[in-house]
């Protein structure tokens, strides 16, 4: 079957410009959350969505991210007013339980 | 505060042998620590996992040694190939409220195996 799919793959933006990753779960998985993987702090938690709610946004790194669900199912990362330090791989990953299949990854460049 | 250390940060072996990946956990209160191996350019793949309830698990060349103790786990691949050069991640997590498994990494490993 068809695993986590994310869109784009690469994205150049320009300081200050707002960016939309896009997350598609594997079909069924209630559970999605989204990682940030950059060389200098790894792979770090952002956000965890049940369903449609997010009840845990403890890895946001400021009020300039912000993600949503819909229909249980895709769900869009924004990053408003982009700055060089958000430029890093964005993962997705979903889940039915503990373990957590991730998707390809979205490269964001900030220039 | 990092609260999962994975030693050492890259491991070159030959072919055939058994490289050793370690790590090392704070919070007793984790109970899932998966492996991922991850290819450049590529998302993690999740590779092995285990509870702490028991001491080691095998799936194929992978094995995964736990001890709960000392609040360590490692990974070893036996019969070590070139295909299995990338990237390993260990990491941990705990259901905290809502069926959230939010994993916690360390830094990975960079595995290389000569042919």
């Known amino acids: 079957g068809a695993g986590v799919s994310q869109s784009p793959s690469n994205k150049v933006t320009e300081k200050g410009k707002d960016v939309e990753l896009r997350c598609d779960p594997i079909s069924g998985h209630t559970a999605l959350y989204w990682y940030r993987q950059s060389l200098g702090q790894g792979l770090e938690f952002l956000i965890y969505?049940?369903?449609?709610?997010?009840?845990?946004k403890s890895g946001l790194p400021s009020d300039r991210f912000s993600a949503e669900r819909t229909g249980g199912s895709v769900s869009t990362l924004t990053i408003q007013r982009t700055q060089q330090e958000d430029s890093a791989v964005y993962l997705c990953?979903?889940?039915?339980?503990?373990?957590?299949?991730f998707g390809p990854g979205t490269r964001l460049t900030v220039l | 505060q990092q609260q999962v250390k994975q030693s050492p940060q890259s491991l070159i072996v030959q072919k055939g042998g058994i490289p050793i990946i370690n790590c090392a956990y704070e919070?007793?209160?984790?109970?899932?620590f998966p492996w991922y191996q991850q290819f450049p350019g590529k998302g993690p793949a999740l590779l092995i996992a285990?509870?702490?309830?028991?001491s080691e698990k095998k799936e194929g060349r992978f094995t995964i040694s736990f001890n709960k103790s000392a609040k360590q786990f490692s990974l070893h691949i036996m019969d070590s190939q070139p295909g299995d050069s990338a990237t390993y991640f260990c990491?941990?997590?705990?259901?905290?409220?809502?069926?959230?498994?939010?994993?916690?990494f360390g830094k990975g490993t960079l595995l290389t195996v000569n042919p």
């Open positions: 969505f049940q369903g449609n709610s997010a009840p845990d």
């Open positions: 990953a979903s889940s039915s339980g503990p373990k957590q299949y």
């Open positions: 285990i509870r702490p309830d028991v």
């Open positions: 990491a941990a997590s705990m259901e905290s409220g809502g069926s959230n498994y939010k994993l916690t």
């Open positions: 919070n007793t209160a984790f109970d899932y």
